[in-house]
Nanobody
Framework: QVQLVESGGGLVQPGGSLRLSCAAS????????MGWYRQAPGKQRELVAAITNGGSTNYADSVKGRFTISRDNAKNTVYLQMNSLKPEDTAVYYC???????????????WGRGTLVTVSS
C-alpha cells in the first residue's frame, strides 16, 4: 500500500517562511510527478507547484518567485519551500503523486491527507 505523509505545516506570520515535506512509502518503483495542491475554505483545490522525476517544474502564478519545489527521487520525497508568505496562502496543503508505479500498478495517483498552513499575525 502506497502512502504519502506530509509534514511542516503550522502557523506563521505574514512575510515568514515554512518548508513542507512529503514522503511516499510503500513498494514504489517510480513516480513521474509529485506536487503540492492547496484548498482554502470555500474554494476549490488548486495546483501550487509540481515537479517531474526529470526536474521540470510548474508553478501557480500566485506563488512564482516565492515558493520553490524540489524533490529527492531516491527518497521519494518532495519539498515545498514557501517564502514571503501572505494571508491568502492560508490553506490545507495536499501532496500528490501522479503516475506512480509499483510492482502491481503502473499509473496510480495518490494523495496525502493534507497539512494546514495558516498565515496570520
Amino acid at each position: 500500500q502506497v502512502q504519502l505523509v506530509e509534514s511542516g505545516g503550522g502557523l506563521v506570520q505574514p512575510g515568514g517562511s515554512l518548508r513542507l515535506s512529503c514522503a511516499a512509502s510503500g513498494s514504489i518503483v517510480s513516480i513521474y510527478a509529485m506536487g503540492w495542491y492547496r484548498q482554502a475554505p470555500g474554494k476549490q483545490r488548486e495546483l501550487v507547484a509540481a515537479i517531474t522525476n526529470g526536474g521540470s517544474t510548474n508553478y501557480a502564478d500566485s506563488v512564482k518567485g516565492r515558493f520553490t519545489i524540489s524533490r529527492d527521487n531516491a527518497k521519494n520525497t518532495v519539498y515545498l519551500q514557501m517564502n514571503s508568505l501572505k494571508p491568502e496562502d492560508t490553506a490545507v496543503y495536499y501532496c500528490n503523486a501522479d503516475r506512480l508505479r509499483t510492482m502491481v500498478h503502473t499509473h496510480l495517483e495518490v494523495w496525502g491527507r493534507g497539512t494546514l498552513v495558516t498565515v496570520s499575525s
